[in-house]
């Protein structure tokens, strides 16, 4: 069974109960009262890739769509604008509520494949873990030469470099690129520190959620 059934199975079908407990600032869903102002505030509510504003987000888990959430592109479209927060007149933290419903939904192995913004936040974490910095050499080698799923696109790659070398060039003339950054690149000085507090954090929030293996 996996992570997904499992936790389905634990809450049965309270989708809600589940998402005040697994999800940060989940506990505020419920004080949504549908005014819709999160929605008219949003920069990015009206493009094609939303699946739902964020106030249907909210009563779609009170109704107990879990799997329509879940499987949703929306929360992976937030820019951290906070424009929602702002203007909310009960001060939700949508912001982080969206987050924390991607941050779920990949946890247990349902968020969208394919999705961007969930690529390149893979991308760039695993990037910054490695030595506590980020090498964006590295960095913009992996975003040019790799597809939404993470597979290696020789041909993307060549293009998407191409249509980025004036840009590249200019980096290299101001020194805010450095093409020896392929062979390592700068780093913290304590790694080992930073894998132990990473760790430390993952064991924590996994104790804390109590997300089961898969």
């Not at 247990?108 to 506590?132: D, H, M, Y």
């Not at 992996?142 to 993307?156: M, P, R, S, T, W």
Request: with cysteine; proline share 4%; net charge positive.
């Amino acid at each position: 069974m996996s992570a997904n059934q499992q936790m389905a199975a634990k809450y049965k079908n309270n989708f809600l109960k589940e998402v005040e407990g697994q999800v940060e600032m989940g506990e505020w869903v419920k004080m949504c009262m549908q005014c819709g102002v999160c929605s008219g505030s949003c920069p990015t509510n009206f493009q094609s890739s939303w699946d739902h504003p964020p106030q249907e987000i909210f009563m779609m888990i009170r109704a107990g769509k879990r799997e329509e959430v879940l499987t949703s592109k929306s929360m992976w479209m937030c820019t951290s604008c906070y424009n929602c927060i702002v203007r909310c007149p009960r001060k939700i933290p949508i912001t982080h509520i969206m987050h924390g419903l991607a941050n779920y939904a990949h946890r247990l192995g349902v968020a969208p494949k394919g999705q961007p913004t969930r690529a390149f936040s893979k991308l760039f974490w695993n990037n910054c873990i490695n030595t506590g910095r980020v090498n964006e050499l590295k960095l913009s080698l992996g975003l040019y030469f790799k597809n939404a799923e993470g597979k290696i696109d020789i041909v993307q790659g060549i293009k998407q470099g191409l249509a980025m070398q004036k840009v590249a060039i200019g980096l290299l003339l101001a020194k805010r690129l450095n093409p020896m950054e392929i062979f390592g690149g700068h780093k913290c000085k304590d790694q080992k520190g930073i894998h132990a507090m990473l760790k430390k954090a993952n064991e924590i929030e996994d104790k804390r959620k109590a997300l089961p293996q898969s």
